[in-house]
């Protein structure tokens, strides 16, 4: 059976995620301070994922 190319490796993506897995979610969480020690995994509330942009070069000035 084949893997679906959706499912590969992340650092072969190139294009961001809409889901973040729980971990990562809590990660966020704590980098914004919104994480409390000790507080549940379940029901995590949501989180903005920002898109990045991939593979676009500045244009490069003709100098006179």
Known sequence: MSLDP???ASSKMRRTRNVLKRGERIAFLKAED????GQSPV???KV???KTVIGKKK???KEE
């Not at 919104?34 to 020690?37: G, K, N, P």
């Open 6 to 8: 959706s499912l590969k």
């Open 34 to 37: 919104r994480w409390i020690d």
């Open 43 to 45: 029901g995590l509330p």
């Open 48 to 50: 903005r994922v920002m």
């Open 59 to 61: 244009k490069k000035t």
